[in-house]
């Protein structure tokens, strides 16, 4: 990622982390539960949890830490961690994190360009990332991962996907005009959603390569379901993903498991 690029990332960044639940430390007690004990796999971070795999004693790079949640609830599960992320903001906090936590034996969190590390090779059991690959570009980011990772080691991804570009030109719309009033997850003007192509031409850089397409109707939630109907629309997805794959590439997300 050039220079400039990543400043700007990295400002917008801290512009989020500094406003959003900076303040509040303390684990999410359902995070740990999904990742300790994952049983559902419509829900995707608990099918995350289970790509994994066990976490005790693992090296495990947090790639795109953003503030630190899912490090040290790693951290908390076993894991010898290492969490990066351009926003020094987002260090601040994931260190913050892991001490109020008494987790900082356990976690270290650094300022660094995750498209060039300054890991050695081979360094990692486990690579995790959340919403990191579309800032990065997806081949340059996979292609560090394998480097970093251990012979047969694993990474888990979650994605936005923008397969259908009408589809992207409608969300695009919505975002102009009602991203404030419906609290939508603002946007970057250098990340690009993925698409499922372009995400299967890069089984070529390891030994095992799946995309799992998440969202569907749940992608609108925030325009037309209450929040104690986001369950049910995921778990509705799911099944609907699962009868017709067809409809793969309408969906808004996708969970990405790889092995080197």
Request: net charge positive; glycine share 8%; aromatic share 8%.
């Amino acid at each position: 990622m050039d220079l400039a690029t990543l400043e700007a990332e990295a400002a917008f960044a801290d512009g989020e982390y500094a406003t959003q639940f900076a303040g509040d430390l303390a684990l999410c007690p359902r995070f740990v539960r999904q990742y300790e004990r994952p049983r559902q796999r419509w829900d995707w971070r608990q099918f995350s949890a289970k790509l994994l795999g066990p976490l005790r004693d693992r090296d495990l790079l947090d790639y795109g830490c953003g503030m630190g949640e899912e490090a040290v609830c790693f951290a908390k599960l076993g894991a010898r961690v290492r969490a990066i992320d351009a926003s020094p903001v987002g260090v601040r906090l994931t260190r913050e994190r892991a001490a109020a936590n008494g987790l900082s034996d356990r976690v270290t969190a650094e300022v660094m360009d995750a498209t060039a590390t300054a890991f050695a090779d081979d360094t990692f059991d486990l690579v995790h990332g959340l919403g990191i690959l579309h800032h990065v570009g997806l081949r340059t980011g996979l292609t560090e991962v394998r480097r970093v990772l251990k012979p047969g080691g694993r990474a888990v991804f979650l994605e936005p996907l923008g397969s259908v570009a009408a589809i992207e030109r409608c969300k695009g719309w919505v975002s102009r005009r009602l991203a404030g009033r419906m609290k939508l997850t603002p946007v970057t003007d250098h990340e690009e959603n993925l698409r499922l192509p372009d995400v299967r031409a890069c089984a070529d850089l390891f030994a095992e390569l799946d995309v799992y397409p998440y969202r569907l109707v749940s992608r609108v939630r925030k325009l037309v379901a209450p929040r104690f109907l986001y369950a049910a629309l995921e778990r509705f997805d799911y099944a609907l993903l699962r009868i017709a794959p067809f409809l793969s590439p309408l969906a808004g997300a996708a969970v990405i498991h790889v092995r080197k």
